[in-house]
T-cell receptor
Framework: DQQVKQNSPSLSVQEGRISILNCDYTNSMFDYFLWYKKYPAEGPTFLISISSIKDKNEDGRFTVFLNKSAKHLSLHIVPSQPGDSAVYFCAAPNFGNEKLTFGTGTRLTIIP | DTGVSQDPRHKITKRGQNVTFRCDPISEHNRLYWYRQTLGQGPEFLTYFQNEAQLEKSRLLSDRFSAERPKGSFSTLEIQRTEQGDSAMYLC??????????FGPGTRLTVL
């Protein structure tokens, strides 16, 4: 059972435009969400997070939106830069335990 | 450098051999996690330590896998009698709080 889903395996965006990466979840007990960025041959790097008590969290060029009723979150990157090209994972910690459940990732390519 | 470190970065072994990986967490972090990532998937939880106590193990962690964290500092993950299906990236993460995990660069295992 894939509790965290990223249905777009890849996304290409022109440099300077907005990148929007989507994530859906099925477990209504999730109350905190994280986005990680991963370059090839490196571990995931924490990017931004959001608690379920908020519907938006912003950090520089990165904004995460949470729609609890739709069980959907999205990561907006604006303006997109070539260094943003990476695989992005959304993740959620399971309620009552320590493990993170990850989506399958979206490969973002920024076109110069 | 105060990040999570893993050694070795790459390991090639023959089927049936034993391998051991090491993870050094961020020094003040009491929580340490192991994940496995295969191609096209997000990281999957394997096991978790709080200080030296192993508190949770995934069903993915068969009896050929063992993890230790002596003295609550570094951790080792051993795989006995490796199989080709064990080929993956093995990621270690550490945290102070359960919902902010910081990952190391990973150990890529190839079983021939």
């Amino acid at each position: 059972d894939q509790q965290v889903k990223q249905n777009s395996p890849s996304l290409s965006v022109q440099e300077g435009r907005i990148s929007i990466l989507n994530c859906d979840y099925t477990n209504s007990m999730f109350d905190y969400f994280l986005w990680y960025k991963k370059y090839p041959a490196e571990g995931p790097t924490f990017l931004i997070s959001i608690s379920s008590i908020k519907d938006k969290n912003e950090d520089g060029r990165f904004t995460v939106f949470l729609n609890k009723s739709a069980k959907h979150l999205s990561l907006h990157i604006v303006p997109s830069q070539p260094g943003d090209s990476a695989v992005y994972f959304c993740a959620a910690p399971n309620f009552g335990n320590e493990k993170l459940t990850f989506g399958t990732g979206t490969r973002l390519t920024i076109i110069p | 450098d105060t990040g999570v470190s893993q050694d070795p970065r790459h390991k090639i072994t023959k089927r049936g051999q034993n391998v051991t990986f090491r993870c050094d967490p961020i020094s003040e972090h009491n929580r340490l996690y192991w994940y496995r990532q295969t191609l096209g998937q997000g990281p999957e939880f394997l096991t978790y330590f709080q200080n030296e106590a192993q508190l949770e193990k995934s069903r993915l962690l068969s009896d050929r896998f063992s993890a230790e964290r002596p003295k609550g500092s570094f951790s080792t993950l051993e795989i006995q009698r490796t199989e080709q299906g064990d080929s993956a990236m093995y990621l270690c993460a550490s945290s102070l709080r359960y919902n902010e995990q910081f990952f190391g660069p990973g150990t890529r295992l190839t079983v021939l």
